[in-house]
């Protein structure tokens, strides 16, 4: 089974920047999308940024502009650059893995902290 795991979080003053990264390790066969989702208090889990194996990203409103999503389809890797990064960027982020197509396949990471404080 196709397992998940993020890297490179922590804590990071306002303005700043970050780069978290999800390693993969196996693959699922045929399209998928890779992604990047939040869980910030007070709110439901939203998305962040979202990427195909074809490249065609997605990007949640409030992160257009300043995050960058990758994904590096040989490597079955997922990078996500963070800039800019704001108070309310704060919260517990989840590499998610797709199959576009039947049997539905679904595999999430375990999440890693972000906290953007002063």
């Known amino acids: 089974q196709v397992q998940l795991m993020e890297s490179g979080g922590g804590l990071v003053q306002p303005g700043g920047s970050l780069r978290l990264s999800c390693a993969a390790s196996?693959?699922?066969?045929?399209?998928?999308?890779m992604g990047w989702f939040r869980q910030v208090p007070g709110r439901q889990r939203e998305l962040v940024a979202t990427?195909?194996?074809?490249?065609?990203?997605d990007y949640g409103n409030s992160v257009q502009g300043r995050f960058t999503v990758s994904r590096n389809n040989a490597k079955n890797t997922l990078d996500l650059q963070m800039d800019s990064l704001r108070p309310e960027d704060t919260g517990v982020y989840y590499c998610?893995?797709?199959?576009?197509?039947?049997?539905?396949?679904?595999?999430w990471g375990q999440g890693i902290q972000v906290t953007v404080s002063s």
């Open positions: 998610k893995i797709q199959r576009r197509i039947t049997p539905t396949m679904i595999v």
């Open positions: 196996g693959t699922i066969p045929g399209a998928t999308v």
């Open positions: 990427v195909t194996s074809g490249g065609t990203t």
